[in-house]
């Protein structure tokens, strides 16, 4: 029964241990702002989520840990929503740099950017 318990014990602390495992990415509030722009339509001041996004971006440039896949590809959708074409083509691009397996849908978002 003894041992029973102690390897109970010891199993679950070792799941625990895999769920604390540290991500490679700095998230910042990422996730929370994907959340909120699409929950909540019209909550998501696109100033705000600029403000937000690129000090996530400099944070993590600062931990020294990459930002996830999609957070330039949101800054930049954020920025078209602005009217700022031009940063928004530049955070695409970045994307694609960082993140190749994006570049034929980044690609397809700038082909149909300079068609407007």
Same mark, same amino acid.
């Given at each position: 029964m003894r041992a029973l318990r102690l390897s109970l014990t010891i199993g679950a602390l070792c799941a625990l241990s895999a769920c604390a495992k540290p991500s490679i990415y700095y998230w910042g509030r990422y996730e929370d702002l994907i959340?909120?722009?699409? &929950?909540?339509?019209?909550?998501?001041?696109?100033?705000?989520?600029?403000?937000?996004?690129?000090?996530?971006?400099?944070?993590?440039?600062?931990?020294?840990?990459?930002?996830?896949?999609?957070?330039?590809?949101?800054? &930049?959708f954020v920025y078209s929503q602005q009217g700022n074409l031009g940063s928004a083509r530049q955070e695409f691009e970045t994307e694609k740099k960082l993140f190749p397996e994006s570049a034929v849908f980044i690609d397809g978002i700038l082909q149909r950017m300079n068609r407007r």
């Open positions: 959340h909120e722009m699409y &929950a909540s339509p019209g909550k998501a001041d696109p100033g705000t989520q600029v403000a937000k996004l690129t000090e996530d971006i400099d944070k993590a440039h600062a931990a020294g840990k990459p930002v996830p896949p999609g957070v330039h590809a949101h800054l &930049a």
